[in-house]
């Protein structure tokens, strides 16, 4: 019994699956974050553009 005691504490399987979770969710938000971002600014440009086409128009 303390053997299966002593496996199930050096275990750490779970652990490195946990730490990989925790990783991804980070790179995750991280790229979601640099989307909305660079959307943002692409939406600001193209208004930009369009409101200065409107302008030129006869």
Do not use: C, H, W
Request: proline residues 2%; glycine residues 8%; aromatic residues 6%.
């Amino acid at each position: 019994m303390s053997n299966l005691i002593a496996r199930f504490v050096k275990d750490e399987s779970g652990a490195t699956a946990i730490e990989y979770g925790l990783i991804a969710t980070l790179i995750a938000l991280a790229i979601i974050t640099a989307a909305t971002s660079v959307g943002t600014q692409l939406g600001v440009r193209f208004q930009e553009v369009a409101t200065k086409l409107g302008a030129a128009a006869p």
